[in-house]
């Protein structure tokens, strides 16, 4: 090999450790949990996904403008976080008014039935979503992340990452409450 | 009072270390004797700095000194003693503290214990690590100062978050660190090498017994991570693909890869510009893991609170001390001349394929922890990553780099015969093809994938028996003879072994772990009876025990020939947060996990899990780190001790 392209192999994990640096600097300082806010007081994307059982429902876009405030749920079987928050979500199946459904976001069903059967089922409505692709309309980042939607299906709030009593209490439940109004 | 002393302490250590940083560095370049000595004495000095430093936030924390801001944060009066000293490391400045307390004793080590070392050379390499302490230390005084005073004190601190209260605390993260920062010694020793512009063979002699000893503490680090995993978080999980557990994977496969090419350079005198790289590489992804978990740019269960000036912080310093280092080698690495030739079937050949085969890990697992964050930077749309691409990507790497690793040690330096090997091993990987079909006929619905895992694990740990054999030449001296050649066996030959069975041993586990699980999930009413996996629990009830600093839930259960199994729910008052303690009887042939949750309905819901093997995962990845300190107590590599190469040893190295 000639000298020159030597130097120019020996220099490439240089200029790797420079890229990377450059998109590092870029990301600093930006909550990688915050979301575009472009759906935010929009109506929800439509969609119609099936349910983890075949005779069942499913869920879709008209579920979510059936009048009441819905918190909806993007989680997955293979995701830590998730059980992490799911005591919460079960939690707040008991407040008043709202009802929570959950997207089953690139998980097998037979996963997703375990993944329920073993932690207790908080969704009054699930819809398996199988490829991603109604994850993608909904701009989901990753699971697990959660909506707030109005009565008449529009966003209103969003959360990306695990919930934690903090959030909850201090962000979703007296945003709901407006809602409800 | 010894707070400010120990923060002086810690300026000193500063000053200190960048006195070390630079005038060996000077001196070794001009030759001038006082300032190359001066090395050795900076090290330990800065090392007794650090540790009265430590000693002094230790101080705090068991006398619950509640003026601190980081005790006030992180500690309570009431936590037991344990807590109150492991929690000095359970939170960010306490962690680098631990760090930097890590990174000069292994300076110190290398003043004290590296004596066999040229003057000019450890100066050089003691400079280096000087200079990385200068980042980590003043990082600590400008960014994450763990000596702030608060004014008024608080009557009484905030707690330790509740899944810290473990005594996995108290081994996890020291050993974790000081395999992060152990790794730090190679990539210095490669610095210094680039600095002198030469590899000579003995460079690798003298660099091995470092990455070994962090190698085998970063895996007893990561392998308790795992397990302290598996018992905490009450689901019976071992690994999960968060970044954080990457951060840690990737230095360990980088490190696993140089010790490999390593040998290469010492034995061959080839492979050097890749080793240094790999040295380099492998400490880079030790700091990026840090700036990972510490500047909030990705989301992860166990990132530390954060604040930009602080990732700006270690951004600076990652860019300093992976691009200067680069840099350099740049500039050096082409001008390395490789040594001895060798040709694709051998020894070299197979420990090459290893090397790639580690990179291209490494890669996956960096590609899979970044892609999120470069993604969002392209302004493309936020994702994250999860187990479903490293299973798809890792695992099957994990295949080939386990045939090398059968293949390898049987092939001969220089140039080798596969026919001859094959021949060798015909009979093994029968029967390992065997005993996997064996498993899949005997057990109904069993998963293909975890049966390819059995027959890889099968074959690997019948070669490795082999080879063993082979090497204490069971044919030609008879048992006897081959008794007294093995217990004669230099020890980085039965490092090999162990560590190689080790990884045959934990894929196994794994293998078995997570194919074969059963899992009961339901409630039960106290004096129901649950059958599984040939136990029957009785479940007797639930009380209220009061801890220490917590009350908790408390299941019993009876098992009928193992005894009583009581697993909890803790409630702790501050912070407020629940944690599950499974019960978990623990036998060779798998774990019975119990775990009790929520009065539901009548009863209580319970899940119990059985999880065939799931000790196989922890065993082997502790026999891998035996191997790795029972090859450090190798003659050969023994830091400090003569050169001594009798004709035996010299014939049966590895």
Known sequence: ?181 | MIAELGHFALILAFVLAVVQGTVPLVGAARGHLPAIRLADTAAVLQFLLVAGAFAALMHAYVTSDFSLVNVAANSHSQKPMLYKITGVWGNHEGSLLLWALMLTLFGAMVALFGQNLPDTFRARVLSVQGLVGVGFIAFMIFTSNPFERLDPAPLEGNGLNPILQDPGLAFHPPFLYAGYVGISIAFSFAVAALIEGRVPPSWARWVRPWTLAAWSMLTIGITGGSYWAYYELGWGGFWFWDPVENASLMPWLAATALLHSAIVVEKRDTLKSWTILLAILAFSLSLLGTFLVRSGVLTSVHAFASDPTRGFFILIFLLAVTGGALTLYAIRAPALKAGGVFQTISREGALVLNNLLLATATATVLIGTLYPLVLDWLGGAKVSVGPPYFNGTFMPLLGPLMVALAIGPLLPWKRGDLAAVAGKLKLVAGIALVAALAIFALTDGAPWLALVAFAFAFFLAGSVIVELLERVQLRKLGPAGAFRRLIHLPRGAVGMTLAHLGLAISVFGVAAASGFAVEHLGIMKPGETLKIAGYSLTFKGVEEVPGPNYTAKRGTFEVAGVGTMRPETRRFQSPPMETTEAAIHPTLAGDLYVVVGEPTGPGYAVRVYWKPFVMWIWAGGLLMAAGGFASLSDRRLRVGAPVRRSPALAQAAE
């Not at chain 1, 009441?68 to 989680?75: L, P």
């Not at chain 1, 980042?141 to 909506?147: A, I, L, M, N």
Request: include cysteine; charged fraction near 20%; aromatic fraction near 8%.
């Open chain 1, 1 to 181: 090999m000639a000298l020159n392209s030597r130097f120019l192999l020996a220099a490439m994990p240089l200029a790797v450790a420079i890229g990377l640096g450059g998109i590092f600097y870029g990301r600093l300082g930006k909550d990688p949990s915050a979301l575009p806010s472009a759906l935010l007081g929009k109506p929800v994307p439509a969609f119609n996904l099936p349910g983890l059982d075949p005779t069942g429902p499913g869920l879709s876009d008209a579920d979510l403008r059936a009048g009441s405030v819905t918190v909806v749920n993007v989680f997955a079987s293979w995701c830590a976080p998730c059980r992490v928050e799911h005591p919460l979500l079960t939690a707040l199946t008991k407040v008043p008014g709202i009802r929570v459904v959950g997207i089953a976001y690139k998980d097998k069903v037979a996963d997703t039935q375990k993944f329920l059967g073993e932690m207790g089922n908080p969704y009054a409505l699930v819809g398996a979503d199988l490829n991603g692709r109604v994850g993608i309309d909904w701009g989901v980042y990753g699971v697990p992340e959660t909506y707030l939607v109005t009565g008449k299906g529009e966003i209103a709030w969003k959360h990306v990452g695990a919930l934690t009593e903090d959030i909850i209490r201090g962000e979703m439940l007296p945003l709901a409450e407006k809602l409800m109004k």
